[in-house]
């Protein structure tokens, strides 16, 4: 079955880290892109960060604080997040899109940052 396993995240206070990993399964292939969303309480999905080949984007409201980075070899997607917001708390989706523009979203792994 094709699915994105997300992990790592959890409950911290302002100013902390955390480590987010994604993990593509074996049955979805060829990927060119993957990613974290978000969404917090109220708001729409919004992008985070993603990754193309050696390329990186990230939205400006975590850009110098947030680094995303990927493991071709074994399909997985980190999100690295340091100097944590209250404001960055919300429900974090792996993405991926494959060479046939098929998306895949994880089911979400909640952060929770506290002030």
């Known amino acids: 079955q094709a699915q994105l396993v997300e992990s790592g995240g959890g409950l911290v206070q302002a100013g902390g880290s955390l480590r987010l990993s994604c993990a593509a399964s074996?049955?979805?292939?060829?990927?060119?892109?993957m990613g974290w969303y978000r969404q917090a309480p109220g708001k729409q999905r919004e992008l985070v960060a993603t990754?193309?080949?050696?390329?990186?984007n990230y939205a400006d409201s975590v850009k110098g604080r947030f680094t995303i980075s990927g493991d071709n070899a074994k399909n997985m997607v980190y999100l690295h997040m340091n100097s944590l917001k209250s404001e960055d708390t919300a429900v974090y989706y792996c993405?991926?899109?494959?060479?046939?523009?098929?998306?895949?979203w994880g089911q979400g792994t909640q952060v929770t940052v506290s002030s």
């Open positions: 990754i193309r080949g050696g390329s990186t």
């Open positions: 993405n991926a899109q494959t060479l046939d523009r098929i998306q895949y």
């Open positions: 074996g049955s979805i292939f060829r990927i060119v892109a």
